[in-house]
């Protein structure tokens, strides 16, 4: 039998149905790779039990001509999702004893279509980082190594866990959030699929919250048309969440074509950063020849307010996480000091400078320095301001084009070492993912090459709001055309 875990969705859908395996079979190769590869510690939690338990009855559920779009499909939930009965610790010691009573609305959506829950896949703490080196529970591995280099990569973040935990076949396809590229960043850097939908897409109820007005749940999966599957599964609206849409979910699914006939794709001549490495260029360009033999006209775009995207996301970000983040006070759940204290404020204050970890403590100063009096108007008042001017930007390129195409990172993974004292080094990694969200876009990372040290690059696809059929067409004609079937390190000689 053919390794199980090398499947796609549908392939394991189909194998499903025609009885070749069962849900139980399939799960258990995914729990027994998990195992093999627990020092990639891409899980906080595994949660073999209850995936068992999932999987018989998915089983029951296909035996009875019942299944569901994910039936008996393994998946990797972020551990910033709500699971009922299941530890939620948004990789903070301060969550580090939550078990939540209540179901987060996408991973309720997913086991109502039939996914089978592997475990809570690593991340950094509360969603804010670049490289999964800030999680309490450790950092995650990439399962991709450099060309006779036994260095320890990072996988990218937040959602580094789900992203490895997919690289190396650890689930058929995870959850991911995404708030100023955690999907799309992390999918680069491990030669996997990621996409973000528009912003109020998919539901944020019983999602761990970082920035509120830019988080948004997405999928990470090893092709385009798996993260079709996934996210027609936990996309729709949910009267629980404000900002959630109320728009129908289409079946990307059975629509997505690499035919780019008629399609004008726009490259933003502001993306091409200051010391951008020429092979992050190159394939860029190959990029968009790609495109151009699929059918597809490529037109140059200018985004001006490009170069004030990051210092915004700076602000904003931190401002709403500074905000969210005072719920953790050690009072209702989670972690409260045990050392003896004389007041209820010296409780809040020992408890959080025990609970939090040091990005997550740098964004809440800066959050609540931008909001204070005196510098409210300077900082927050004018990034939201500029925030305006970058999703017009966008708007004007869109009467022109149909998707845009930019490199997903300017370089490939580092080290886990690298760039760690500096954060503004970190910091510029999201260069060309954070525009599009504060603009609210839906946004892919597509693999499409090695780097010359052999590892993965990929290839960013922003769409028209609502328009995430469009992202998936032109990921699948770079998917098509970039044949990226390259496995990592790790699993070479599986
Ligand atoms: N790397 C970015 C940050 O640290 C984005 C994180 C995210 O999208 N959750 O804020």
């Known amino acids: 039998m053919t390794n199980l875990t090398h499947l796609s969705i549908k392939e394991s859908v189909d194998g499903l149905k025609n009885k070749d395996f069962s849900s139980v079979e399939l799960t258990t190769e995914y729990l027994n790779h998990c195992k093999k590869y627990e020092s990639l510690n891409a899980f906080i939690t595994l949660t073999e039990d209850k995936a068992l338990e999932q999987a018989k009855q998915s089983d029951n559920k296909i035996a009875a001509g019942n299944a569901g779009l994910l039936e008996g499909i ?21 969550l580090g004893n939550f078990i939540p009573p209540y179901e987060s ?17 690593n991340l950094d703490e509360f969603a804010m980082g670049s490289a999964n080196i800030t999680s309490h529970y450790g950092n995650v591995i990439n399962p991709w190594k450099r060309n006779g280099d036994e260095t320890n990569l990072v996988p990218g973040g937040s959602s580094g866990g789900s992203a490895a935990a997919v690289s190396a076949r650890l689930c058929a396809a995870a959850l991911g959030t995404d708030t100023g590229g955690s999907i799309r960043q992390p999918a680069a850097f491990t030669g996997t699929v990621g996409i973000k939908p528009t912003y109020g897409r998919c539901s944020r109820w019983g999602t761990v919250a970082f920035a509120s007005s830019l988080d948004q749940a997405g999928v990470f999966g090893k092709n385009t048309l798996d993260c079709a599957f996934m996210l027609e599964a936990i996309a729709g609206y949910d009267e629980k969440d404000s900002t959630s849409v109320n728009k129908d979910v289409p079946k990307w699914s059975s629509s997505i074509s690499a035919d780019m006939k008629g399609k004008r794709i726009g490259i933003p001549k502001e993306y091409i950063a200051d010391g951008m490495p020429s092979e992050i260029k190159a394939l860029w360009e190959k990029g968009a020849a790609w495109l151009k033999e699929a059918g597809a006209e490529i037109v140059e775009i200018s985004l001006p307010y490009t170069k004030y995207a990051l210092p915004t996301y700076y602000i904003v970000a931190p401002a709403e996480a500074s905000s969210n983040l005072a719920r953790y006070d050690g009072v209702r759940y989670g972690h409260r000091t045990s050392k003896p204290v004389k007041s209820l404020d010296e409780m809040y204050e020992q408890t959080r400078e025990e609970g939090f970890g040091d990005e997550v403590k740098r964004r809440i100063f800066i959050g609540t320095y931008v909001l204070s009096h005196g510098y409210y108007d300077a900082y927050y008042l004018k990034a939201q301001k500029i925030r305006r001017l970058i999703a017009q930007d966008f708007n004007q390129a869109f009467e022109k084009v149909d998707a845009i195409l930019t490199p997903t990172t300017p370089s490939a993974a580092f080290g886990i070492g690298e760039k760690m004292d500096d954060p503004v080094a970190m910091y510029l990694n999201d260069l060309f993912t954070v525009p599009a969200s504060l603009a609210g876009l839906p946004g892919m990372s597509v693999p499409a090459g090695l780097s010359s040290q052999g590892t993965p690059l990929g290839l960013q696809i922003l769409g028209k709001p609502w328009d995430e059929q469009t992202v998936f067409n032109v990921g699948a004609a770079i998917e098509k055309a970039a044949n990226f079937d390259s496995i990592p390190t790790l699993l070479k000689g599986e």
């Open 74 to 94: 393994t998946v990797g939930v972020k551990d910033l999702f709500c699971t009922t009965g299941v530890k939620t610790t948004a990789a903070s010691h301060i």
């Open 105 to 121: 609305s996408i991973t309720k959506n997913l086991f109502a279509h039939g996914a089978v829950m592997v475990g809570k896949t």
